[in-house]
């Protein structure tokens, strides 16, 4: 049975940092590409970065330069260090899996198993 759970999530101010993470079991995590989305009220869910289990890391446009995404293959585990949020930032932060081996995928329906999302809150 697999499993992804996220956690490290939280009410900060604009400007403060956070670090999530995920830590999954049942699956082979060194042969997954990583991902991290989020969803705010209202809004379809957005990828927001991922890693690749061949080494290499893509981010979205809106996080390039202040996020930061990590795996540890000894623990199972993916984080994702966010520094100077910013309200806008704040929705249901989630994190999944992708099975496929060939590219980083920036769409949700690629990803094979999801874990149930951590709050972030940012106020201005």
């Known amino acids: 049975q697999v499993q992804l759970v996220e956690s490290g999530g939280g009410l900060v101010q604009a400007g403060a940092s956070l670090r999530l993470s995920c830590a999954t079991s049942?699956?082979?995590?060194?042969?997954?590409?990583m991902g991290w989305f989020r969803q705010a009220p209202g809004k379809e869910r957005e990828f927001v970065a991922a890693?690749?289990?061949?080494?290499?890391?893509t981010y979205s446009e809106s996080v390039k330069g202040r996020f930061t995404i990590s795996r540890d293959d000894t623990k199972n585990t993916v984080y994702l260090q966010m520094n100077n949020l910013k309200p806008e930032d704040t929705a249901v932060y989630y994190c999944a899996a992708d099975g496929r081996v060939v590219f980083i995928s920036r769409r949700p329906i690629d990803y094979d198993y999801w874990g149930q999302g951590t709050q972030v809150t940012v106020s201005s």
């Open positions: 890693t690749h289990w061949g080494g290499g890391n």
């Open positions: 049942g699956l082979t995590f060194s042969s997954y590409i």
